[in-house]
């Protein structure tokens, strides 16, 4: 069994892109020694749009690195610095990560958008635009290699 975990993410602003870049770098770090991390990815979409798939041995795994170190201290600034927010999460029976099709489809079918102050017209509803779903850069636990 596995714990999926995805998030999107739309920066309202180029001017939030270091801090931003900084704190995902920092929560990169994070997530390769979380325990119980099994592996994931980025994926960079348009238009400031960014897209994580985590999974873990269990959701406990999960809200453990959530609610610890840089990403904690990351979360409340996403607030200001989103205008679309949401997350997804589901077991499956492997620790084989879906495609990023897939991670779509469960975004608008389950997903609920997060928090943010200053809410787009369509982040309410995920009537986001198609993501590009290539390029995506593999996150790997520590010490595991390609």
């Known amino acids: 069994m596995a714990f999926v975990s995805i998030t999107r993410l739309r920066i309202r602003s180029l001017r939030f892109m270091p801090v931003f870049a900084l704190d995902t770098l920092r929560t990169l770090r994070q997530t390769r020694h979380a325990a119980g991390f099994i592996g994931g990815s980025l994926l960079d979409d348009r238009k400031l749009t960014f897209w994580t798939m985590t999974l873990w041995h269990d959701q406990a795994s999960m809200k453990r690195y959530m609610t610890s170190g840089a990403h904690l ?44 102050r200053h809410p787009s017209a ?9 993501p590009r779903v290539s390029g995506a850069v593999p996150i790997r636990p520590l010490g595991v290699q390609p």
């Open 122 to 130: 369509d982040h309410q509803s995920l009537a986001y635009a198609v």
């Open 73 to 116: 201290k990351a979360m409340p600034k996403l607030l200001g610095w989103c205008d679309e927010a949401s997350v997804v999460h589901w077991t499956q029976a492997d620790g084989i990560a879906p495609d990023w099709r897939e991670a779509d489809r469960r975004m608008r079918g389950e997903g609920r958008p997060s928090k943010v």
